[in-house]
């Protein structure tokens, strides 16, 4: 079974910076999408990105193209979210998740997989 840990979360200012890791425990997650998803009190799981296992793929909320870049280094099973020019409205637990597919889905359910979430907080 598949087991993620995400870790690099925290506080930070409006405009701040802030670099998201999701370790996964097998000795490789090949041929799993990756995405990161938050979830904020009292909403829904909200879709953030997502990265087909080769890289090649990535796909992005609107809410933060431009912004945020996922990547991962399947050497080191650990996928990242680098998330620029922070907003108090990208306050949320973030969690990573995997999909042993290839579709890059927006929807929490396509995912098998999810880490234990790790906060961000955005200060104004």
């Known amino acids: 079974q598949v087991q993620l840990v995400e870790s690099g979360g925290g506080l930070v200012q409006a405009g701040g910076s802030l670099r998201l890791s999701c370790e996964a425990s097998?000795?490789?997650?090949?041929?799993?999408?990756m995405g990161w998803f938050r979830q904020a009190p009292g909403n829904e799981r909200e879709f953030v990105a997502a990265?087909?296992?080769?890289?090649?793929?990535?796909l992005y909320a609107d809410a933060v193209k431009g912004r945020f870049t996922v990547s991962r280094d399947n050497t080191k099973n650990t996928v990242y979210l680098q998330m620029n020019s922070l907003k108090p409205a990208d306050t949320a637990v973030y969690y990573c998740?995997?999909?042993?597919?290839?579709?890059?889905?927006?929807?929490?359910?396509?995912?098998?997989?999810w880490g234990q979430g790790t906060q961000v907080t955005v200060s104004s």
């Open positions: 998740a995997g999909n042993p597919g290839v579709t890059l889905d927006r929807d929490y359910r396509g995912y098998n997989y």
């Open positions: 097998v000795r490789t997650f090949r041929n799993t999408v």
């Open positions: 990265i087909s296992w080769t890289g090649g793929r990535t």
